[in-house]
């Protein structure tokens, strides 16, 4: 059985492309040896990440990234075991979409902040499923 978390943390520094197009290598390594799959979305300096695999290995990164001296304020607000991976081809798919669409996919209107609309989420846990859908979207548009 599949294990998926979702989590948020807030940038400690300013992320340039180069920045993530690293973090993005060495996740999709790591993520290749223990089976992880799942999507990063990068937003106004806010990080939206899922992630998808063993329970064990899904919580060893987590606790990874709580130690990361790139993130602050982790935050986890989804957690579950599954039957399917929405993402099990994706090793680390990447997004940076405007807190406007990630709004949009939670079925809200008028957010404007990354922050706003993840709060929002935390609240109501409900909303997750359609953020998932949104990602899912955004990713086959690419």
């Known amino acids: 059985m599949a294990y998926r978390l979702i989590y948020s943390s ?3 520094r300013e992320m ?9 290598d060495e996740s999709r390594l ?7 799959t799942g999507v990063l979305v990068f937003s106004d300096g806010v990080f ?5 695999g063993e329970k064990d290995d899904v ?6 990234i709580r130690l990361d001296p790139r993130h602050r304020d982790v935050k986890v607000f989804h957690e579950e075991e599954t039957d ?3 993402f099990p081809t994706w090793r680390m798919a ?7 669409d990630v709004s949009a996919w939670a079925g809200l209107e008028g957010s404007t902040s990354i922050e706003s ?26």
């Open 10 to 12: 807030a940038a400690t």
């Open 16 to 24: 340039g492309r180069a920045d993530l197009e690293q973090m993005l």
């Open 30 to 36: 790591r993520n290749a040896r223990r089976g992880i």
């Open 48 to 52: 939206l990440q899922v992630l998808e």
């Open 59 to 64: 919580e060893d990164l987590m606790e990874r």
């Open 84 to 86: 399917h991976r929405v």
């Open 94 to 100: 990447y997004l940076s979409p405007r807190a406007e």
């Open 117 to 142: 609309v993840l709060a929002t989420v935390r609240k109501d846990p409900e909303r997750v499923p359609r953020v998932l859908t949104g990602l899912v979207e955004a990713l086959a548009a690419k």
